[in-house]
């Protein structure tokens, strides 16, 4: 299974292929399917006649929950934007760097008690916990391992964050920080908001 992972919402019923409309209630679910965590996203209609009080029954299931479907907003005019934690975490979940483990884990729990993402489930696979984290406004799914930190590890990682929100991503060739003159630097604003969250102690 992957250690990190993000799956976005359907735009339409995954079965009947209906359309959201902004505001209609929907259903996720999630299933394991060849040791990866797969979502279907279902209308109501489809949730009452295929799945119902049943959806446990079906093979590979894990977990279920209703949300409300949210429109996507219109592009914005300038599509260069400002680095967040959630941006972050965004690059580093597709750059699929085991040495980031950490820092994946740390950003979800600051954006978790920041309100920006949810824990919609949690599971156990080879003796590790996996927490299942949905952004509200868009629907997309985070699969974040928990890397089990010890509290001398801790201060390191808090460090590693703090460090990566100010400078961003090393290129993946040098290992060093990249230089783009049209990337706008890191908000400070948000960097200033985000960084006392990172004293606070992670979830057992």
Request: glycine share 6%.
């Amino acid at each position: 299974m992957n250690e990190w992972h993000i799956q976005s919402r359907s735009h339409s019923c995954q079965i009947s292929g209906k359309h959201f409309a902004d505001k209609e209630a929907y259903y996720t679910l999630l299933f394991e399917e060849r040791s990866e965590l797969q979502r279907i996203d279902v209308c109501e209609t489809v949730w009452r006649e295929r799945y119902g009080n049943n959806a446990a029954g079906a093979g590979g299931y894990v977990s279920h929950w209703k949300g409300v479907y949210e429109a996507p907003p219109a592009a914005p005019p300038d599509p260069i934007q400002k680095d967040t934690a959630e941006g972050l975490l965004r690059k580093l979940i597709e750059r699929n760097s085991p040495e980031f483990g950490a820092v994946c884990y740390i950003l979800a729990v600051m954006l978790e008690r920041k309100r920006l993402l949810r824990v919609k489930s949690q599971l156990r696979r080879d003796g590790q916990r996996i927490f299942i984290y949905e952004q509200p406004k868009t629907g997309d799914l985070f699969t974040i391992t928990d890397p089990d930190l010890q509290l001398d590890q801790l201060d390191a990682v808090q460090h590693q964050v703090a460090d990566l929100l100010e400078h961003g991503l090393p290129s993946e060739e040098e290992g060093q920080p990249r230089e783009d003159p049209f990337e706008p630097p890191v908000d400070r604003a948000a960097e200033a908001a985000l960084m006392p969250e990172l004293a606070e102690p992670v979830p057992a």
